[in-house]
Protein backbone atom coordinates (compact mmCIF):
# COMPACT_ATOMS: atom_id res chain seq x y z
CA UNK A 1 0.00 0.00 0.00
CA UNK A 2 1.38 3.51 -0.93
CA UNK A 3 1.22 5.67 2.31
CA UNK A 4 3.19 7.94 3.78
CA UNK A 5 3.40 9.36 7.33
CA UNK A 6 4.23 12.58 9.02
CA UNK A 7 5.54 12.65 12.47
CA UNK A 8 7.48 15.58 14.69
CA UNK A 9 4.42 18.28 15.38
CA UNK A 10 3.67 19.69 18.48
CA UNK A 11 3.37 22.60 20.75
CA UNK A 12 6.27 24.66 20.54
CA UNK A 13 6.77 28.36 22.20
CA UNK A 14 7.72 31.16 19.38
CA UNK A 15 11.21 31.36 18.15
CA UNK A 16 11.34 27.82 19.15
CA UNK A 17 12.46 24.34 16.62
CA UNK A 18 10.81 21.27 15.51
CA UNK A 19 11.85 18.53 13.04
CA UNK A 20 9.36 17.05 10.90
CA UNK A 21 9.69 13.65 9.50
CA UNK A 22 7.54 12.06 6.15
CA UNK A 23 8.11 8.23 6.28
CA UNK A 24 6.91 6.64 2.95
CA UNK A 25 6.25 2.76 2.03
CA UNK A 26 4.85 1.08 -0.93
CA UNK A 27 6.67 2.70 -3.73
CA UNK A 28 10.35 3.51 -4.84
CA UNK A 29 10.56 6.24 -2.82
CA UNK A 30 13.80 8.05 -5.26
CA UNK A 31 11.95 7.80 -8.03
CA UNK A 32 9.80 11.29 -6.21
CA UNK A 33 10.19 14.59 -5.60
CA UNK A 34 8.14 15.73 -2.63
CA UNK A 35 6.65 18.84 -1.12
CA UNK A 36 5.55 20.12 2.17
CA UNK A 37 2.18 21.36 2.30
CA UNK A 38 0.49 23.26 5.09
CA UNK A 39 -3.08 23.96 6.23
CA UNK A 40 -3.81 26.81 8.66
CA UNK A 41 -6.81 25.58 11.11
CA UNK A 42 -10.00 26.00 9.70
CA UNK A 43 -7.76 27.69 6.05
CA UNK A 44 -6.80 26.78 3.00
CA UNK A 45 -4.09 25.45 1.89
CA UNK A 46 0.09 26.97 1.71
CA UNK A 47 2.74 25.30 -0.38
CA UNK A 48 5.89 25.35 1.74
CA UNK A 49 8.88 23.72 0.21
CA UNK A 50 10.15 21.51 -2.42
CA UNK A 51 12.73 18.63 -2.83
CA UNK A 52 13.55 17.22 -5.43
CA UNK A 53 14.21 13.65 -6.24
CA UNK A 54 18.01 13.91 -5.84
CA UNK A 55 17.49 16.68 -3.47
CA UNK A 56 20.04 18.93 -5.31
CA UNK A 57 17.02 21.83 -5.69
CA UNK A 58 15.08 23.06 -3.01
CA UNK A 59 12.47 25.86 -2.98
CA UNK A 60 10.92 27.52 0.03
CA UNK A 61 7.85 29.76 0.48
CA UNK A 62 8.96 33.22 1.06
CA UNK A 63 8.31 33.44 4.71
CA UNK A 64 9.71 30.65 5.33
CA UNK A 65 13.08 30.78 3.48
CA UNK A 66 16.25 30.84 6.46
CA UNK A 67 13.86 29.96 8.44
CA UNK A 68 12.98 26.38 7.43
CA UNK A 69 15.25 23.51 5.68
CA UNK A 70 13.42 20.71 3.83
CA UNK A 71 15.63 17.60 2.72
CA UNK A 72 15.16 14.09 2.32
CA UNK A 73 17.02 10.56 2.87
CA UNK A 74 16.70 8.32 -0.05
CA UNK A 75 18.20 5.25 1.83
CA UNK A 76 15.78 5.72 4.81
CA UNK A 77 12.92 6.61 2.47
CA UNK A 78 12.05 10.10 4.42
CA UNK A 79 11.49 13.48 3.81
CA UNK A 80 12.65 16.27 6.62
CA UNK A 81 11.38 19.62 7.36
CA UNK A 82 13.24 21.04 9.72
CA UNK A 83 11.73 24.52 10.91
CA UNK A 84 13.48 27.14 13.35
CA UNK A 85 12.33 30.81 14.43
CA UNK A 86 8.78 29.30 14.46
CA UNK A 87 6.12 31.91 14.49
CA UNK A 88 2.53 32.07 15.18
CA UNK A 89 1.88 32.23 12.10
CA UNK A 90 3.24 28.86 11.25
CA UNK A 91 0.45 27.11 13.15
CA UNK A 92 -0.78 24.28 10.73
CA UNK A 93 -1.08 20.73 9.76
CA UNK A 94 2.10 20.24 7.68
CA UNK A 95 1.53 17.51 5.18
CA UNK A 96 3.84 15.69 2.85
CA UNK A 97 2.99 15.50 -0.54
CA UNK A 98 4.28 13.38 -3.39
CA UNK A 99 5.05 15.14 -6.72
CA UNK A 100 3.34 13.58 -9.83
CA UNK A 101 5.06 14.62 -13.38
CA UNK A 102 7.76 15.92 -11.48
CA UNK A 103 9.38 18.69 -14.16
CA UNK A 104 13.00 17.93 -12.48
CA UNK A 105 12.40 20.81 -10.20
CA UNK A 106 10.50 19.34 -7.68
CA UNK A 107 7.44 21.08 -8.87
CA UNK A 108 3.94 19.45 -10.06
CA UNK A 109 0.63 17.80 -8.51
CA UNK A 110 0.39 16.07 -5.46
CA UNK A 111 -1.22 12.87 -5.93
CA UNK A 112 -0.40 10.96 -2.44
CA UNK A 113 -0.93 12.76 0.75
CA UNK A 114 0.30 11.82 4.14
CA UNK A 115 -2.64 12.33 7.38
CA UNK A 116 -0.42 15.66 8.43
CA UNK A 117 1.46 16.13 11.56
CA UNK A 118 -0.11 19.47 13.89
CA UNK A 119 2.48 22.32 14.61
CA UNK A 120 0.65 24.51 16.89
CA UNK A 121 2.90 28.02 18.01
CA UNK A 122 1.96 29.63 21.02
CA UNK A 123 3.36 31.01 24.07
CA UNK B 1 3.53 35.07 -7.52
CA UNK B 2 0.09 33.41 -9.34
CA UNK B 3 -3.13 34.57 -7.68
CA UNK B 4 -5.53 32.41 -7.96
CA UNK B 5 -9.38 33.33 -7.22
CA UNK B 6 -12.09 30.90 -6.94
CA UNK B 7 -15.76 31.47 -7.33
CA UNK B 8 -18.26 30.73 -6.09
CA UNK B 9 -16.87 30.65 -2.20
CA UNK B 10 -19.87 28.75 -1.37
CA UNK B 11 -22.36 26.78 -4.00
CA UNK B 12 -25.53 25.58 -2.57
CA UNK B 13 -26.99 22.69 -4.55
CA UNK B 14 -28.78 19.38 -4.33
CA UNK B 15 -28.01 15.83 -4.97
CA UNK B 16 -28.42 15.23 -8.78
CA UNK B 17 -27.52 18.69 -9.96
CA UNK B 18 -24.50 19.94 -11.88
CA UNK B 19 -21.63 22.16 -10.30
CA UNK B 20 -19.71 24.41 -12.30
CA UNK B 21 -16.47 25.40 -10.26
CA UNK B 22 -14.66 28.27 -11.39
CA UNK B 23 -10.70 29.21 -10.68
CA UNK B 24 -9.03 32.26 -12.46
CA UNK B 25 -5.41 33.27 -12.44
CA UNK B 26 -4.06 36.22 -12.40
CA UNK B 27 -1.33 35.49 -14.94
CA UNK B 28 -1.64 32.97 -18.23
CA UNK B 29 -0.52 29.38 -16.49
CA UNK B 30 -1.20 27.72 -20.15
CA UNK B 31 -2.59 24.51 -18.91
CA UNK B 32 -0.48 23.81 -15.45
CA UNK B 33 -3.06 23.74 -13.10
CA UNK B 34 -4.90 20.96 -11.22
CA UNK B 35 -8.11 20.62 -8.89
CA UNK B 36 -8.52 18.57 -5.61
CA UNK B 37 -11.01 17.68 -3.00
CA UNK B 38 -11.01 17.85 0.53
CA UNK B 39 -13.73 16.21 2.99
CA UNK B 40 -14.08 17.31 6.45
CA UNK B 41 -11.34 15.65 8.77
CA UNK B 42 -9.71 14.28 5.63
CA UNK B 43 -7.00 14.89 3.28
CA UNK B 44 -6.97 16.90 -0.13
CA UNK B 45 -7.25 14.32 -2.99
CA UNK B 46 -6.15 15.08 -6.59
CA UNK B 47 -9.14 15.40 -8.82
CA UNK B 48 -7.67 16.68 -12.16
CA UNK B 49 -4.66 17.97 -13.44
CA UNK B 50 -3.47 20.04 -16.50
CA UNK B 51 -6.21 21.57 -16.47
CA UNK B 52 -8.41 18.76 -17.71
CA UNK B 53 -7.00 15.33 -17.22
CA UNK B 54 -8.47 13.11 -14.70
CA UNK B 55 -6.17 11.36 -12.04
CA UNK B 56 -6.34 7.93 -12.00
CA UNK B 57 -9.69 6.29 -9.82
CA UNK B 58 -11.45 9.62 -10.58
CA UNK B 59 -15.37 9.37 -11.59
CA UNK B 60 -15.97 10.34 -14.87
CA UNK B 61 -18.41 12.74 -13.41
CA UNK B 62 -15.33 15.46 -12.87
CA UNK B 63 -14.11 17.30 -15.57
CA UNK B 64 -11.86 19.85 -15.96
CA UNK B 65 -11.49 22.58 -18.63
CA UNK B 66 -9.68 25.60 -19.65
CA UNK B 67 -6.74 27.01 -20.38
CA UNK B 68 -4.33 30.25 -19.87
CA UNK B 69 -6.40 32.41 -16.79
CA UNK B 70 -9.50 30.84 -16.94
CA UNK B 71 -10.44 26.86 -15.89
CA UNK B 72 -13.82 25.47 -14.83
CA UNK B 73 -14.44 22.47 -12.60
CA UNK B 74 -17.17 20.84 -13.46
CA UNK B 75 -19.59 17.80 -11.60
CA UNK B 76 -22.01 16.59 -13.78
CA UNK B 77 -24.36 15.35 -11.30
CA UNK B 78 -23.51 15.55 -7.59
CA UNK B 79 -22.79 12.36 -5.64
CA UNK B 80 -23.73 12.59 -1.68
CA UNK B 81 -19.87 12.26 -1.21
CA UNK B 82 -18.70 15.37 -3.59
CA UNK B 83 -20.26 17.65 -1.24
CA UNK B 84 -16.86 19.25 0.20
CA UNK B 85 -13.79 21.80 -0.27
CA UNK B 86 -12.67 21.88 -3.82
CA UNK B 87 -9.36 23.83 -4.53
CA UNK B 88 -7.40 24.49 -7.62
CA UNK B 89 -3.60 25.07 -7.51
CA UNK B 90 -0.85 26.19 -10.48
CA UNK B 91 2.09 24.30 -11.10
CA UNK B 92 3.56 27.26 -13.65
CA UNK B 93 5.54 29.44 -11.44
CA UNK B 94 7.00 29.57 -8.06
CA UNK B 95 5.59 29.66 -5.36
CA UNK B 96 2.94 27.20 -6.16
CA UNK B 97 -0.28 28.82 -5.04
CA UNK B 98 -4.05 27.56 -4.15
CA UNK B 99 -6.80 29.03 -4.82
CA UNK B 100 -9.10 29.71 -1.62
CA UNK B 101 -11.44 27.13 -2.10
CA UNK B 102 -14.85 26.67 -2.99
CA UNK B 103 -17.57 24.83 -0.62
CA UNK B 104 -19.95 22.86 -2.58
CA UNK B 105 -22.51 22.57 0.16
CA UNK B 106 -26.08 20.49 -0.20
CA UNK B 107 -29.12 22.87 -0.66
Known amino acids: EVQMVESGGGLVKPGGSLRLSCAASGFTFSSYSFNWVRQAPGKGLEWVSSTTRSDNYRKY ?43 NYGSGYYDVWGRGTLVTVSS | EIVLTQSPATLSLSPGERATLSCRASQSMRGYLAWYQQRPGQVPRLLIFDASN ?25 EPEDFAIYYCQQRADWPLTFGGGTKVEIK
Open chain 1, 61 to 103: LASVDGRFTISRDNAKNAVFLQMTSLRVEDTAIYYCARILNDN
Open chain 2, 54 to 78: RAPGIPARFSGSGFGTDFTLTISSL
